[in-house]
């Protein structure tokens, strides 16, 4: 079965430290991986993919994250966390066999306290 | 580009009353999601559909709820007849094919 786990409800980091929000993934074939961060009572919004090419992507806000295919992670990493990251993390994956299938996490929730 | 465009924002409904949100997605966006969020479920995806045809229904509860795609730049989501247990923010997002979504504001719906 396809999926994608968030292993981390939350994560708590201090404000100026680096911070990882972990996302593994099972799919068949190539999987195309993004991630998504939802503000308080705001939709979903896009923050960076992979789909092919470098394994390190930067995205939006100065987030970044490492696909690796050995072990089927694409954790999303920032340098130095501000307060005003905090908020709802979706990893998604979309993969094809014959239609596309959008698959989301169930979310892990940052908090970086000042 | 205004984004994808939900309406209403709010809706607050008595149970066994209809209820139906709109979605407009972004021009040229060929493919459209609905999704419900709740604090006790998450993200759930209901529906999405491709160049308006519905491809995947399997997360439609049961059959009070419906969704139509009647052209490329209009969808809804119907609820017949509402209960308490709908109560939930809906989200529209649309995207090209196999590509990042661009999720609406949402729909917040409160049945009492």
């Known amino acids: 079965a396809q999926s994608v786990a968030q292993p981390e409800d939350q994560v708590n980091v201090a404000e100026g430290n680096p911070l990882t929000v972990k996302c593994t993934y099972s799919?068949?074939?190539?999987?195309?991986l993004f991630w998504y961060v939802q503000y308080p009572n705001r939709g979903l919004q896009f923050l960076l993919k992979?789909?092919?090419?470098?394994?390190l992507v930067k995205g939006s806000y100065g987030f970044e994250a490492e696909f690796n295919k050995s072990q089927t992670s694409f954790h999303l990493k920032k340098p130095s966390a501000l307060v005003s990251d905090s908020a709802l993390y979706f990893c998604?994956?979309?993969?094809?066999?014959?239609?596309?299938?959008?698959?989301f996490g169930t979310g892990t929730r940052l908090k970086v306290l000042a | 580009d205004a984004g994808v465009i939900q309406s209403p924002r709010h809706e607050v409904t008595e149970m066994g009353q209809e209820v139906t949100l709109r979605c407009k997605p972004i021009?040229?966006?060929?493919?459209l999601f609905w999704y419900r969020q709740t604090m006790m479920r998450g993200l759930e995806l209901l529906i999405y559909?491709?160049?308006?045809?519905?491809?995947?229904d399997s997360g439609m509860p049961e059959d009070r709820f419906s969704a139509k795609m009647p052209n490329a730049s209009f969808s809804t989501l119907k609820i017949q007849p509402s209960e308490p247990r709908d109560s939930a923010v809906y989200f529209c997002?649309?995207?090209?094919?196999?590509?990042?979504?661009?999720f609406g504001p949402g729909t917040r719906l409160t049945v009492t």
């Open positions: 799919v068949s074939g190539n999987p195309y």
């Open positions: 559909f491709n160049n308006n045809v519905p491809i995947d």
């Open positions: 998604a994956v979309i993969s094809f066999s014959g239609t596309y299938k959008y698959i």
């Open positions: 997002a649309s995207s090209l094919e196999g590509t990042e979504q661009y």
């Open positions: 992979y789909i092919t090419g470098d394994n």
């Open positions: 021009s040229g966006h060929n493919s």
